[in-house]
């Protein structure tokens, strides 16, 4: 007969041995006995910015496998980069990403471990230098995310909203670190808050934090962390242009800053700002027999949601207009488009949704 686990009287020590029981295997994590690789921390850390650990086990595995070293990425050029990148969002990571290898490649291929070094690392913020310092080095820090939060705002019932009691929700979270093992620690929270004490339904049965959590006593686990009231996104309308040439398409390729920066893209209205609808042939790249398809295409963005009409013609032109060229149909997938600029191409018909 198996006898179940003792539920330990200190809470870091619980967490710490759930976590050993029931960690997931990812492909940044290392394996038990392994020292962490901080190249692989450093680039998962990158990717899971605003995005699921879902969307970005498939990405990361095709990343590392086209560049398994910082110095790999270091000599990379930008524009492959961009390309392996797209879908991602947040194209800026992208961008950084590249710009913060070459400085580790600059300076003997070596992550700095204190955060207030990684902290000087384009892209790298407090948060992020504070994760990959715990993981990589097992420094003792607090790197505290969305998951974190909410765990440690349910254990002590914590009645006002995470951003306006910061320093609280650290102090806090830094009782729950296993001070031999700061790294762990750091994951084991981010995982409790990933599958266990999940945003709407929290499994308060299997969590190993259950008889120290306050919001569990009060029977109010779905009150907590407290909510802000969030403004709602502006609406904005805008236009994509396709102007095809036999199986080709133009695209542009947009300025280093800005949304989409240096990326790849069809012509377009400045989709930061609302344009009205009288306006949109103004920003068409050429003359031509514009034509409008019947339904705009949406999509939403983290400050604002677009709802971009599509318009597509065609010509026999040999050049391409300004700033722009011609791509092939068949290489499309290849151009690394924003997840925007698919969305508008397979409306158009040139590559699947």
């Given at each position: 007969?198996?006898?179940?686990?003792?539920?330990?009287?200190?809470?870091?020590?619980?967490?710490?041995?759930?976590?050993?029981?029931?960690?997931?295997?990812?492909?940044?994590?290392?394996?038990?006995?392994?020292?962490?690789?901080?190249?692989?921390?450093?680039?998962?850390?990158?990717?899971?910015?605003?995005?699921?650990?879902?969307?970005?086990?498939?990405?990361?595995?095709?990343?590392?496998?086209?560049?398994?070293?910082?110095?790999?990425?270091?000599?990379?050029?930008?524009?492959?980069?961009?390309?392996?990148?797209?879908?991602?969002?947040?194209?800026?990571?992208?961008?950084?990403?590249?710009?913060?290898?070459?400085?580790?490649?600059?300076?003997?291929?070596?992550?700095?471990?204190?955060?207030?070094?990684?902290?000087?690392?384009?892209?790298?913020?407090?948060?992020?230098?504070?994760?990959?310092?715990?993981?990589?080095?097992?420094?003792?820090?607090?790197?505290?995310?969305?998951?974190?939060?909410?765990?440690?705002?349910?254990?002590?019932?914590?009645?006002?909203?995470?951003?306006?009691?910061?320093?609280?929700?650290?102090?806090?979270?830094?009782?729950?670190?296993?001070?031999?093992?700061?790294?762990?620690?750091?994951?084991?929270?981010?995982?409790?808050?990933?599958?266990?004490?999940?945003?709407?339904?929290?499994?308060?049965?299997?969590?190993?934090?259950?008889?120290?959590?306050?919001?569990?006593?009060?029977?109010?686990?779905?009150?907590?962390?407290?909510?802000?009231?969030?403004?709602?996104?502006?609406?904005?309308?805008?236009?994509?242009?396709?102007?095809?040439?036999?199986?080709?398409?133009?695209?542009?390729?947009?300025?280093?800053k800005g949304l989409f920066g240096g990326m790849n893209a069809f012509p377009s209205t400045p989709l930061t700002q609302d344009v009205p609808a009288a306006e949109f042939a103004g920003f068409a790249p050429c003359a031509a027999r514009w034509r409008a398809l019947d339904a705009p295409v949406t999509h939403v963005f983290t400050h604002f949601a677009l709802e971009a009409t599509i318009f597509?013609?065609?010509?026999?032109?040999?050049?391409?207009?300004?700033?722009?060229?011609?791509?092939?149909?068949?290489?499309?997938?290849?151009?690394?488009?924003?997840?925007?600029?698919?969305?508008?191409?397979?409306?158009?018909?040139?590559?699947?949704?």
């Open positions: 007969m198996i006898k179940p686990r003792a539920r330990s009287t200190k809470p870091a020590q619980a967490l710490i041995a759930w976590y050993d029981a029931e960690r997931r295997e990812l492909p940044w994590r290392a394996r038990r006995g392994e020292a962490p690789d901080p190249y692989r921390v450093w680039l998962s850390e990158i990717m899971l910015q605003q995005t699921t650990v879902t969307t970005v086990k498939a990405r990361y595995v095709a990343f590392l496998s086209r560049w398994p070293t910082v110095e790999d990425l270091a000599r990379a050029p930008l524009d492959d980069v961009l390309a392996q990148w797209a879908g991602l969002g947040y194209y800026a990571r992208a961008r950084n990403l590249h710009a913060c290898a070459r400085a580790v490649a600059e300076s003997s291929c070596a992550f700095p471990q204190d955060e207030e070094a990684l902290q000087r690392l384009p892209g790298v913020g407090p948060y992020t230098a504070a994760a990959i310092a715990a993981i990589a080095f097992d420094w003792p820090c607090v790197a505290v995310d969305g998951n974190v939060e909410r765990v440690v705002a349910r254990l002590h019932a914590i009645d006002k909203p995470p951003r306006r009691v910061a320093p609280l929700i650290r102090e806090r979270a830094a009782a729950l670190m296993d001070r031999a093992r700061p790294g762990d620690s750091v994951q084991a929270l981010m995982e409790l808050g990933a599958l266990i004490c999940t945003p709407r339904a929290p499994n308060c049965a299997a969590c190993p934090l259950s008889s120290f959590c306050a919001a569990r006593r009060l029977g109010a686990a779905l009150d907590y962390p407290a909510r802000e009231a969030k403004p709602q996104k502006p609406r904005r309308r805008g236009a994509i242009f396709i102007l095809r040439r036999g199986d080709d398409a133009l695209l542009r390729r947009l300025p280093p597509v013609a065609y010509t026999r032109a040999k050049s391409a207009p300004s700033d722009c060229r011609w791509a092939a149909r068949a290489n499309l997938d290849k151009e690394g488009l924003p997840t925007l600029m698919r969305k508008a191409a397979a409306h158009a018909g040139l590559v699947d949704g």
